[in-house]
T-cell receptor
Framework: GDSVTQMEGPVTLSEEAFLTINCTYT??????LFWYVQYPGEGLQLLLK?????DKGSNKGFEATYRKETTSFHLEKGSVQVSDSAVYFC????????????FGTGTLLAVQP | NAGVTQTPKFQVLKTGQSMTLQCAQD?????MSWYRQDPGMGLRLIHY???????DQGEVPNGYNVSRSTTEDFPLRLLSAAPSQTSVYFC?????????????FGPGTRLTVL
């Protein structure tokens, strides 16, 4: 079945460092891809999405490009801030009747001042 | 708007006890769902509903019941809690199905079954 694999954490960076969190997927169809962020004590929030190959999702300085040839959707940010410390989840959906999101295991990002 | 709200935030049960996790949304969303989050496994879909009076099973439905008598509420019932149900539970909602309908998540309920 469909699945998402993302790099294990924790990822620890200094403020203003460059961030990459790797995400690859396996899907039989043409899924839409998402990054969700979970701040401490809160629910998941949609960070960005891409619905077809070569689309780039972006929000709050984060970017991810839907790469069909490498089945990847890596999350990047040029300069992280302490406030970016959170757990990041990569997810896919085939948009079917269940509206199910298939999540990766999450990557904890800790940004130090 | 309060968005998606869940109660309680924390709960400890003994094996065999029953309880209901509450979920409510004030956005007039048709679609609601329940996920559980376990270490090393991401989130998995338990049950979902595409509208009042309509529910269906997700990926891991065993041990859980749901009902959807109103658009706003989607409670999750554990009839006889087991230690394997120790998890963090998230409720989510969206205006409708389809990838262009953003899913909004509640803050979660952390459940421990002893």
């Amino acid at each position: 079945g469909d699945s998402v694999t993302q790099m294990e954490g924790p990822v620890t960076l200094s403020e203003e460092a460059f961030l990459t969190i790797n995400c690859t997927y396996t899907a039989t169809g043409y899924p839409s891809l998402f990054w969700y962020v979970q701040y401490p004590g809160e629910g998941l929030q949609l960070l960005l999405k891409a619905t077809k190959a070569d689309d780039k999702g972006s929000n709050k300085g984060f970017e991810a490009t839907y790469r069909k040839e490498t089945t990847s959707f890596h999350l990047e940010k040029g300069s992280v801030q302490v406030s970016d410390s959170a757990v990041y989840f990569c997810a896919l959906s085939d948009g079917g009747a269940t509206n199910k999101l298939i999540f990766g295991t999450g990557t904890l990002l800790a940004v130090q001042p | 708007n309060a968005g998606v709200t869940q109660t309680p935030k924390f709960q400890v049960l003994k094996t065999g006890q029953s309880m209901t996790l509450q979920c409510a949304q004030d956005m007039n969303h048709e679609y609601m769902s329940w996920y559980r989050q376990d270490p090393g496994m991401g989130l998995r879909l338990i049950h979902y509903s595409v509208g009042a009076g309509i529910t269906d099973q997700g990926e891991v439905p065993n041990g859980y019941n749901v009902s959807r008598s109103t658009t706003e509420d989607f409670p999750l019932r554990l009839l006889s809690a087991a230690p394997s149900q120790t998890s963090v539970y998230f409720c989510a909602s969206s205006y409708n199905t389809g990838v262009n309908n953003e899913q909004f998540f509640g803050p979660g309920t952390r459940l421990t079954v002893l």
